[in-house]
């Protein structure tokens, strides 16, 4: 796929360790190596699928480094656990920024990147491939953060789309009560509406308490045919296996956000059915240049190739190719201009 930089995320289609930080690096580094920053969950909710993007950033990484680095400087990315806690992830994010990354990378979830968001203009550091397809990130455009996926809001419309299309009528949505679930709710509803449907049920659930206790009850006075939780890992998971354990037979579908190998190994034996959306190429698709060489990657490296990989591969292979334009001794600023004017790009989908 060849496109700009900033059309690149809309243009995705749905189908179907922290670690020390030297200190004294300047505001923009010009020592031996980039420095790169990542805060995320590696702990908590979403551990699973962050492990996985991260694993997919390694996996390229290693690569390059492999080859010489990036005009002879090797990539050194620096991984901080904010629990999946947004205050954290801003804790981790300043810090990060203060002791000199060139950029912050791969952090995961809409109201963790929102509450980031002004350190981006304040220190004039970019953000690649933020793990939240949430249309506030794109619209309006943000000069210092670069998307990579596409947004949940269309994800979820297709999602819906896909139901009425295998004769799904009675649809309950279940979503988790912050930024995300009201974002990816718009695009739920708007299949919905395209479809000439409304939600049987529409349950709202704490993002840091998830209790289905009442909500599964309400679910299933409705007798839905299909249940589109909006939310992430483990609490997707407790949802889910609490409407199976009600006795419904719903069809359980969830956003990418979920697509990992960790998500549906802790569902266990209710696995089975469960559509889990997609964003990024099929990953077992090869015929794709793009999943032919990170399947090969993973398999040198003993990594199992899971969407999720695929999303941190395409992100460090993003983020790679700013820097590779920003000069031989890049900056914030000049790998911020570099993937502004990224244009003739193809990154293998």
């Not at 350190?119 to 506030?136: D, I, Q, R």
């Not at 354990?245 to 960790?262: D, E, M, P």
């Amino acid at each position: 796929m060849t496109t700009s930089l900033r059309q690149l995320a809309s243009r995705l289609l749905l189908t179907a360790s922290a670690t020390a930080l030297a200190a004294g690096f300047s505001a923009t580094p010009a020592h031996a190596d980039i420095t790169i920053g990542q805060t995320a969950g590696h702990t908590g909710q979403v551990a699973a699928s962050v492990g996985e993007a991260t694993r997919g950033a390694k996996l390229y990484f290693d690569i390059v480094n492999a080859g010489g680095g990036v005009n002879g400087q090797k990539i050194n990315l620096v991984s901080l656990d904010d629990k999946f806690d947004p205050k954290i992830a801003v804790t981790n994010a300043k810090q990060l920024i203060d002791q000199g990354v060139i950029s912050l990378f791969l952090n995961r979830g809409t109201p963790h990147t929102q509450a980031i968001m002004p350190l981006l203009t304040e220190h004039k550091v970019p953000l690649v491939g933020p793990s939240t397809g949430a249309m506030v990130l794109h619209k309006p455009v943000h000069p210092w953060l670069f998307n990579v996926r596409a947004t949940y809001q269309r994800e979820a419309e297709r999602a819906i789309e896909h139901l009425s299309l295998i004769g799904m009528e009675r649809i309950a949505i279940v979503q988790v009560d912050d930024s995300f679930g009201d974002d990816a709710v718009q695009g739920a509803m708007a299949g919905l509406a395209k479809t000439n449907k409304k939600p049987v049920a529409h349950e709202k659930y704490d993002r840091t308490k998830p209790d289905f206790g009442p909500i599964v009850p309400k679910l299933m006075e409705k007798q839905p045919q299909a249940v589109m939780f909006i939310g992430s890992g483990t609490a997707v998971v407790q949802g889910m296996k609490a409407v199976r354990a009600a006795g419904s037979n719903a069809q359980l579908v969830t956003l990418s956000n979920n697509a990992s190998a960790g998500f549906i190994k802790d569902l266990g034996d209710i696995a089975y059915g469960v559509i889990v959306s997609q964003v990024f190429p099929y990953e077992r698709s090869i015929a794709k240049p793009i999943i032919k060489e990170a399947a090969e990657a993973a398999q040198k490296a003993g990594v199992e190739l899971t969407p999720t990989v695929v999303e941190g591969y395409v992100s460090a292979k993003v983020l790679v190719e700013g820097l590779k334009r920003a000069g031989k001794q890049p900056t914030r600023q000049s790998l911020r201009d570099a993937l502004e004017n990224m244009s003739h790009f193809d990154v293998g989908g």
